[in-house]
Structures are given as C-alpha cells and as structure tokens.
C-alpha cells in the first residue's frame, strides 16, 4: 500500500509563516475571511458557489449507524463513547438486510450518498469483512457509498476499496492546538495518517470538523485551515455545529453564535472552492433562516434522514418544505458521476466523527 503524504501544518504561528501561494492558506489570511464584515464574506462565498456549482443544487446524503456506542475513545462530544453515560447502549453490527432496507429507504427519498458508521476506535479485520459486504451490496444500488469506522490499519483501505467504497469519513474534528482539549485517546498524527492511507488506496475523502466546542474563533480558522492544506483538499467537508448531549463533557457550553457558524461555512466553500461543503449534525438546533444563510455561504450538501448516528435531525418532510421554499434542488444521480467526480478532483484540487463526523457526523 503506498502511504500518500499529507500536509500538516501544526501550528497557526507556523502556518502564518508559510508563504501565500496558491495551494496554501496559512491561517492568519483564513482568520481575516472570517473578520470580514458578514455581507462581504457571504458575498464572497457566494461568488465563488458559483462559479464551481449549480447554486440551486443540494446533495443529499444519508447517515445509518451501523454500529452503535460502547467506544473506548474519549471524543468529549460523542455520546457514543462507553465512558460517558448518555443513555446510548452498546449495540452489535447490524445485519445486512437491516442495512440494505435503510439503504433503498434513503434513495427512495432522493439520497445519492449512503454512509455507514461504526463507533469503533479502528475496525478488526472481521468487522471489515462485514462492512465490505455491505459496502458491495449498497453501491450494487445505485447509490455513492461513505463509511466512517475510525482509523484504519495497513491495508484496509485497500480492501474496503475494492468493495466498491467511494468515499471515507474522517474528520480532524478542530485546530491541532486545541484537539487534546477534545480528545485524548489519539493524536492529530493518527488522524493524518489514516486520511493518507484513504488517498493512497483511491477513495475520495470526507473530512471536516466541529465547532461550537470551546474553541476559539483563531482556532476556527486553525481548523479550515488544515483542511484547506490537505493537499488535495477533501472532495466533501462536512462541518458540525456541536450537539450538546448530556452526560458528555462538552454538555452545558455556551452555545455558539449562529453567524459563527454561517461564517465558517462561507470560509470552508471560500478555502475549498470544489469541494462539498455539508451541513452536517446540528441543524435541529437551527431555524430555517439559519440554514438558509447556510446555503447562501455555500453549503452544498445536508444529512437527510431522521438520524445522524445517536442525535437528531430535521425530518425528511420539513427538510423538503424549506428546499421548496428556498427554489433548491437534490442533486441527481447521474450515469458516470463517480467518473465526474475523479477528473473534478484530479483537475481542481491545489487542495462524525459520526462514528467519526462528528456529535454525529
Ligand atoms: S466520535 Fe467516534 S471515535 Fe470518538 S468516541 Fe465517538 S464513536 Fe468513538
């Protein structure tokens, strides 16, 4: 397996240091996008939606849980975590036929992405034996597949490509300076490392983050930042608004500012001009005017369905209501995409957790 390189930039004083080129956004220049007055910002973001996107167009994707709570990690939002008493009990794998009835359920509501997730710190090879049978079994639906099952080892990204896996989740969750304040169980390093095994076997990377956990507004910028200097930078950046669950660490925060978020959304499509920037987890705790913003400022992508993972989700009727209201549209499944979707990333790109996106994704 070749381990494909991944930048990393530790730190934002280094970063700042790194010279301005055209792959590269050091996070002092990412910290003055989110400075901006809101109108210019959005209207930034919005020219640049544009001119790589439909702006009318919204993909959706779907989240099962494939595999429930009892994590040994120690993500301090994830009600998954088995040290954490949230109320989620520690479920097996799901069968397959549990999997496929969801997956026809998901595309029968217009959802092109099916993404499975596994509160696993890493999958044991029998796991993934499981989880490739339903990766073949749901592509052989006509649906894009995405999974998210920790980190992966020498030679499972290998395997789950061959199952016909196109995408993998795995998120940096925030700032390198602030994720020890989040998790202790493993380290940035481990993360970059698995995202390198993901592109060294080929399958497209999903990697965003959280925010709403403390961090700072720097921090923030720290977090796109990383992302913005993966190089290439990941074809779909799914970013969370923290849902606090109690019984969690993070439980009883001070909520963040909505345009915060609406102005870290602008940042990621602004920093990552191709890629799909999703509303993920978090948008229950959000009115329809907030997430209008959201596609304003260029998210191009939302979770469908009733669940991310353990946390809610507005569902499936009121998410067709607002796109009705605000004239989008679901993206289509179309012959070839997958195709597309490589010469989009081979030309473009300078650059859960569910399980692993996030409180959810
Ligand atoms: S986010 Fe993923 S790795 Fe972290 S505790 Fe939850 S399930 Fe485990």
Not at 143 to 170: I, P, S, W
Not at 190 to 198: A, E, F, K, Q, W
Not at 225 to 249: F, K, M, R
Request: glycine share 8%.
């Amino acid at each position: 397996m070749s381990l494909q390189p991944v930048n990393f930039h530790p730190h934002p004083a280094t970063s700042a240091l790194v010279a301005t080129t055209d792959d590269v956004w050091p996070v002092q220049e990412v910290l003055a996008l989110f400075e901006l007055p809101f109108n210019d910002l959005l209207y930034r973001a919005q020219q640049v939606h544009r001119t790589h996107f439909d702006a009318t167009e919204v993909e959706l994707a779907t989240l099962l849980s494939i595999k429930t709570g009892g994590c040994p990690e120690d993500c301090a939002y994830c009600p998954q975590a088995a040290r954490y008493d949230t109320g989620v009990t520690a479920q097996k794998i799901l069968p397959l036929a549990t999997v496929l009835e969801a997956a026809r359920a998901a595309k029968a509501h217009g959802a092109t992405r099916f993404c499975m997730g596994a509160a696993w710190r890493e999958p044991k090879d029998r796991d993934l034996e499981h989880v490739e049978e339903m990766v073949r079994e749901v592509k052989a639906l006509g649906l894009e597949t995405c999974a998210t099952l920790g980190m992966l080892g020498e030679g499972q990204a290998e395997k789950l490509k061959d199952a016909g896996l196109d995408y993998y989740n795995h998120n940096l969750d925030t700032a390198p300076e602030f994720y020890s304040k989040i998790i202790t169980t493993r380290d940035y390093q481990n993360r970059l490392d698995t995202l390198g095994r993901v592109r060294g076997a080929g399958i497209k990377v999903c990697c965003g983050g959280i925010v709403g956990m403390g961090e700072s507004r720097l921090q923030r910028a720290g977090l796109i930042a990383q992302l913005a200097n993966i190089d290439p930078y990941p074809e779909s950046v799914p970013v969370n608004h923290l849902v606090q669950v109690e019984g969690t660490p993070l439980h009883g925060l001070e909520a963040l500012d909505p345009f915060e978020f609406v102005r870290t959304i602008a940042v990621a499509r602004i920093t990552m001009p191709r890629a799909r920037v999703r509303l993920s987890a978090g948008r229950r705790q959000m009115d329809d005017a907030v997430q209008a913003l959201c596609f304003l400022a260029g998210a191009n992508s939302i979770f469908y369905g009733d669940k991310l993972l353990t946390t809610g989700n507005p569902d499936v009727e009121a998410d067709n209501v607002l796109m009705d209201k605000l004239g989008l549209h679901a993206r289509a499944v179309q012959q070839g995409q997958n195709n597309a979707m490589v010469c989009e990333a081979a030309t473009a790109m300078p650059a859960g957790e569910p399980a692993h996106a996030g409180p959810a994704a």
